[in-house]
């Protein structure tokens, strides 16, 4: 079964940092856009970022721009989310996701989602 694995979060005081990892179980992976979304207790699924498969191109949500930073490792079959400034607003389950499209905030043209991992950011 084709699968993207999220690692890396966890419990972290405000302005602290947390990198997040996602690994594609699959080679065809290296040619989808991937991004990633967050959803907090109650809200919407929201994006977060996405790279192009060539990693040429990003994109940001407003809310995290200068403070995270989106990055793939294709020979890896990865991708990845530098956190830093951390706020308390940012606590989420953050999930990974692909699609072969081109990048956008639509969660829907994501044909692949991770499990997703929790990131606590407390006050």
């Known amino acids: 079964q084709v699968q993207l694995v999220e690692l890396g979060g966890g419990v972290v005081q405000a302005g602290g940092s947390l990198r997040l990892s996602c690994a594609a179980s699959?080679?065809?992976?290296?040619?989808?856009?991937m991004a990633w979304f967050r959803q907090a207790p109650g809200k919407d699924r929201e994006f977060v970022a996405a790279?192009?498969?060539?990693?040429?191109?990003?994109a940001y949500a407003d809310s995290v721009k200068g403070r995270f930073t989106i990055s793939r490792e294709n020979a890896k079959n990865s991708v990845y989310l530098q956190m830093n400034s951390l706020k308390p607003e940012d606590t989420a389950v953050y999930y990974c996701?692909?699609?072969?499209?081109?990048?956008?905030?639509?969660?829907?043209?994501?044909?692949?989602w991770g499990q997703g991992t929790q990131v606590t950011v407390s006050s």
């Open positions: 996701a692909a699609g072969r499209g081109g990048i956008t905030t639509a969660r829907a043209l994501y044909n692949y």
């Open positions: 790279i192009s498969w060539s990693g040429s191109s990003t």
């Open positions: 699959e080679r065809a992976f290296r040619t989808y856009t």
